[in-house]
């Protein structure tokens, strides 16, 4: 019972964090925009498909941290094997995790 709770601190820390490291960013960005530059034009498709190919290593981490985080919740929820929703993950997106049934007698 005491590990659920700090489980749940933790949990509510780092989301908290997560929050506040995105709300910087997007204010930072905003505000060093400069006057010539709004925030429609610092977000526009090209201004963001240049930034993943200058920072293409930052993307594919942040790519597979997203797999492994849906693979683990994927194998918490439905009791899937960790392994191989990780490689189908990572295969297919995350989004790929929906179309796999667990196939586990409930009895």
Known sequence: MKSDK?????SI????????????WIMAAYLGAGAEQTLYTLFAL???VNWGQANLD?????????????????ELTQRQDY??????????TPLGLLFIKSEIDEN
């Open 46 to 48: 090209e201004n963001i």
């Open 58 to 74: 930052i993307v594919i981490i942040s790519y597979i941290f997203i797999c492994l985080q849906a693979a683990g919740v994927s």
């Open 6 to 10: 700090k489980d749940k601190l933790f």
């Open 83 to 92: 392994l191989l929703v990780a490689i189908i993950s990572l295969v297919f």
């Open 13 to 24: 820390l780092f989301s908290m964090l997560s929050t506040g490291v995105i709300i910087w």
